[in-house]
């Protein structure tokens, strides 16, 4: 008697999300292997699709296994599996792709170099021994090569490199872990590395990462080619070379960002638990901020004032060759610009910027098509926050929970990003930077084309911020082919926190930060909305105080101390006996008086931001400030955290029909403990501790009013990490739901989301 033949079955599975060009197909085909299934798999326009046909056990193991032990780069974002019939298939095959009309498949990030690529690098009989552009589907440059769609070798910057015959065989093997590595090249045949001097003449010498190395021990300023752009690297141990480089970026004392070697050495430096750790090791390698330890051997200058270090480690071949060339402990490693331009990528683009500031340019011939900067997260409780969302992020979409009309939002003024939405997919960009810039403007209108040309879209609407001297609100008044939408800045940002914690509804948004326009024409910044995506109602404000010199008060935290005190003191201010007065001349504070009295140039503000500010300037932490928040993350820092003193006092007028936050008690309170010789991290502590308590109380107040339940938290100042904690706990405590930002920004680089959200609720 014949055997009965064996039961099979055959299924299709659609697969989406970003499963192409992460070694997606290999993996499956390995996968389909194992488990001793015929059928094909196919990249398509949407995602992939596979057949698979074998006993109805094998198949299930399989669509188990699928989404679980997927390759590190990809992300699976739908999974849809159909029965359909058997056929001869025998084998498993890869089809060759397609080239469809509409590709819609999305465009991986840059990655870490992976851990089989580290150990070949290193391998002195590895074909790749010590190569600095060694990468493979699992690693390497993706989002800063891509020109244009598909992502395809020749659409990429690599496209110049013919493979070698090795190469192209590895490339063409679904075996190997580099089928389909599109920045796939060896020593023979692809990019190549060279030292330039200050003037941008080539170096001879046998080996430049080697002396490019030797000049950094000697103290050298050295710019480097990154994956987003060129860093300047100097010894981060060499004090000399720290404030050369200072004096020479103009530089003043913003924090330089550190790279390590390894965790290793990382623990030497900073206080990392298990969820830092995990932070730093993330393939997207962000700069993670950690507290550092006094012994750890970074000269002060690194950070001024700062008890945290934003550390990072290598994530380039070239970067762990120049490592293990130097051997050096620790390198600053800050972007290849000055000041607050736009980091340099182009090699004679950074020879003519970096005029006086490198002393040589370890260049290479693979061209960076897009600027990224690096990314940066600081742990805030026990989530991971974006303080800048760029490079390893960057493009993946933040996901939402419907569909909307395609909307291009064009984000703030300061630190912004902009954001295109399409389908369910938000895709933000990269950090582009203060649009006061040249350099920045302009590439804030590439990014404006390149995000729309990747995404195959061209939104109809186009959401701005009401501010009208923004420029980002100017480029888009001037589009008039398309529907403009303006949205309020602070709506912006609760909008932002809804859509990324997909909240339907309305909440209770409190949005803190430096600078919002508002719908009174006033700067905002302490305000708590009732919002939902179409609309809000302003429900509470720190009270107004004025901005003595508008712009010029930002760089000068004295002055808006100035005017907190006349507000709780009036002209009697003069007379208090408090450190503060002294410092600052007579005549100054006489001429800030007489501006407000007058009300010449003094606008009026609800500013959270410049409340921190007269705090830090009132305890002589801070009069003026050469980097934006400065005094703010000073007085953060400064904290007594072992002082438990009561929180200071603020009132809420209830009178009208919009709580206002009024301040006048805090600063009857802290001149009380100045008189007595508080410490500056004492006043911190309670300022901390009040402005918690206090905003707790309105909550509380609100949701009496409202019945609502829900606290969105939001802004600028949320990325002061004890206030954003404190307040999230005792929140809690009295039974409110609290969502914060994980996925972007709570600051205006996040402000994108918020306003393309909105805008397309608007046309829905
Ligand atoms: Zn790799
Ligand atoms: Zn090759
Ligand atoms: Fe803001």
Known sequence: ????PRMQVRRCIHVSGIVQGVGFRPYVYRLAVAQRLAGQIANTATGVVIEVQGSPESVDDFLQRLPKEAPPLALITGLDVLEIGLNGDSEFRILPSER?????TLIPPDIATCEDCLRELFDPADRRHLYPFINCTNCGPRFTIVRSIPYDRPQTSMAIFPMCSRCRAEYEDPRNRRFHAQPNACWDCGPQVELWDAQGKLVLCRDPVAEAAAQLKSGAVVAVKGLGGFHLAVDATNIEAVRRLRTRKHRVEKPFAVMVPNPETVEQICELDAYDRDLLMRPERPIVLARRKDSGGIPAEVAPFNRFLGVFLPYTPLQHVLFAESQLHAMVMTSGNLSEEPIAIDNSEAVTRLTGVADYFLVHNRQILR??????????????RQLRRSRGFVPVPVFLRKNFPATLAVGGELKSTICVLKGNEAFLSQHIGDLENVEAYKFFQE??????????????????????DYLSTRWALAQSELKTVGVQHHHAHIASCMAENHLEGRVIGFAFDGTGYGTDGRIWGGEVLLADYLDF?????????????GSAAIREPWRVAISHLWAAFGFDLLKLPIPFLHQIRQSKILTILQMMDREVNSPLTSSCGRLFDAVAALINLRHEINYEAQAAIELEMCRDEAFAGQPYPFSIDESGGILQVDSRPLFRAIVEDLRHGATAGKVSQRFHDGLVEVLVRVALILRGRTSLNSVCLSGGTFQNAYLATRL???????????FTHSQVPAGDGGLSLGQAVVAAYRQC
């Open 1 to 4: 008697m014949k055997a009965k």
């Open 100 to 104: 469809s009309e509409a590709v819609r």
């Open 371 to 384: 600027r990224c900067d690096d990314s940066v997260v600081r742990r805030v409780g026990g989530q991971v």
């Open 447 to 468: 990014s404006v084309e390149h995000l729309q040309k990747i995404l195959e879209v061209r939104p109809s609407i186009v959401a701005y911020d009401l501010h009208p």
């Open 537 to 549: 109602d302003r429900a509470a404000h720190l009270t107004y105080v004025p901005l003595p010199g």
């Open 728 to 738: 999230e706990k005792l929140l809690r405590e009295m039974r409110f739901d609290v």
